[in-house]
């Protein structure tokens, strides 16, 4: 973002370079959300596996499970970041 910005501030900005790396950091944005989906769902299986598994880990989700957090930083981070990100270089491309 900052090399984005840099080239826009100049005085005659090169609006394909800029698009080109504007369209590159989604690509590698999208790369990134994919991951981190990816990563997601693989915690939420070992999660599944050691409820199952370890009945100290069971109590300790219970547990938490009283807590006022509606929403999981891993669903956060997993979808909403890099959506984020996205639609913030999307502005930016148009």
Request: positive net charge.
């Amino acid at each position: 973002m900052g090399i984005v910005g840099v080239l826009y501030q100049k005085f005659t900005p090169s609006l394909p370079v800029i698009r080109t790396l504007i369209v590159l950091a989604i690509i590698l944005t999208l790369i990134w959300g994919y991951v981190q989906a990816r990563q997601k769902w693989i915690l939420d299986c070992l999660v599944a596996r050691s409820l199952k598994e370890i009945a100290d880990y069971r109590a300790i989700v219970e547990e938490r499970k009283r807590a006022r957090w509606p929403i999981g930083n891993l669903a956060l981070l997993a979808y909403v970041v890099p959506t984020v990100v996205v639609i913030l270089w999307l502005t930016l491309l148009y």
